[in-house]
């Protein structure tokens, strides 16, 4: 996913949207191993949830039976929710500080997010306390950090120079990003059910990641290739964010993507401050294609002839001033 930049509508690095089709994996695996004819699942039957894991049960599993509580039984809201546990015995974690029901809230690798209470009210502000990742800005230490991030064919290798697993790397990118408070998003998105739903999430690794590569893309991939790729993020975003993550046209377009990435290997350094994520510098030993013979403004030495601009402008211009003539003929 982090191989083709992607954010949904704009900014959400899709954190819960990304899950669910890995968790909808396991659980067939699971019914497979124990013989069951069922799974279940506890999203709302307003949510894109909902359709998350059960594209994916059915996708993998064509004729499972789904089991979906809040669509079949009375448990209609969150305080329905926390009474049937309170009578059950079901101990409830994160109980909100001023009583009744917590935040909607769902934490993984990648990404912690929050839903309900007050944030109903998008003229609210979130609150300060209702944040778990990250420091806010303003508390983030005066001195920024300067980081090193290493790439291999599109997916981060090492951080500072050492080499780790890909969870230990994305878990490492959070700690620093939580630390200086970078990863917060305040979202009003457009659900796939029809609605419009608030959510906040803490993004801290992710936000760092996509900044660093979309940083070593700039000095690795081709014009076109990086163009392409931009054209098609916002239609990739939409499979992973709607719950399209096994359907054909996902895994279509996941190879032209991980095409792309044979060449992007190099290393970024970054700089965290406060909030953000600023690229200081890139490099590729191996595939670079910035070439500063070229593009330099000093004597080239010849390696750029700049009176070829010229023809090329003006072919580029052709149908505009053919357009504008014509134009001028008529009136």
């Known amino acids: 996913m982090f191989r083709a930049n992607t954010i949904y509508e704009g900014e959400y690095l899709l954190g819960t949207s990304i899950a669910r089709p890995l968790i909808a994996k396991r659980q067939i695996e ?9 799974v279940s699942h506890g999203a709302t039957g307003k949510g894109n949830d909902q359709v998350r ?5 059915y996708a993998l599993e064509p004729n499972i039976k789904v089991i979906a509580p809040w669509r079949e039984w009375d448990l209609l809201s969150r305080e329905k929710l926390l009474a049937y546990a ?27 997010s929050f839903e309900g209470r007050h944030l109903e009210d998008p003229a609210a502000e979130a609150e300060e306390s209702m944040w778990r990742w990250t420091v806010s800005p303003e508390a983030a230490p005066d001195a920024a950090e300067y980081v090193d991030l290493a790439f291999e ?9 050492t080499a780790m697993a890909p969870h230990e790397l994305l878990a490492k990118l959070n700690e620093l990003g939580g630390k200086h408070g970078i990863g917060r998003l305040d979202l009003v998105e457009n ?9 906040c999430y803490e993004t801290p690794g992710g936000t760092i990641l996509l900044r660093a590569h979309r940083a070593i893309e700039s000095v690795t991939l081709d014009r076109e290739v990086a163009h392409l790729k931009d054209d098609l993020m916002p239609r ?16 279509a ?5 991980d095409h792309t990435q044979h060449a992007v290997n190099g290393w970024v350094r970054i700089k965290l401050y406060k909030g953000n ?23 080239d030495a010849g390696a750029y002839d700049q009176k070829d601009a010229a023809g090329f402008i003006k072919l580029n211009a052709l149908r505009m001033r053919i357009a504008e003539n014509a134009r001028r003929k008529r009136s």
């Open 30 to 38: 699971i019914a497979r191993q124990t013989g069951a004819d069922a």
């Open 191 to 199: 659900r796939y059910v029809g609605m419009k739903s608030r959510g």
């Open 53 to 57: 894991f059960e594209l994916g049960y």
């Open 277 to 299: 994520v600023t690229v200081v510098s890139r490099d590729s030993k191996t595939d670079t294609l910035f070439d500063p013979t070229i593009a330099t403004f000093e004597d």
């Open 86 to 112: 309170e009578k059950h015995g079901i101990p409830i974690e994160m109980k909100h500080k001023q009583g009744g029901s917590p935040y909607s809230m769902d934490a993984n690798l990648l990404h912690i």
């Open 236 to 251: 990739y975003a939409s499979l992973i964010y709607t719950g399209y993550w096994w359907s054909p046209e996902r895994r």
């Open 253 to 257: 377009l996941q190879a032209l993507i």
């Open 153 to 161: 064919h599109g997916d981060l290798v090492s951080i500072n120079g």
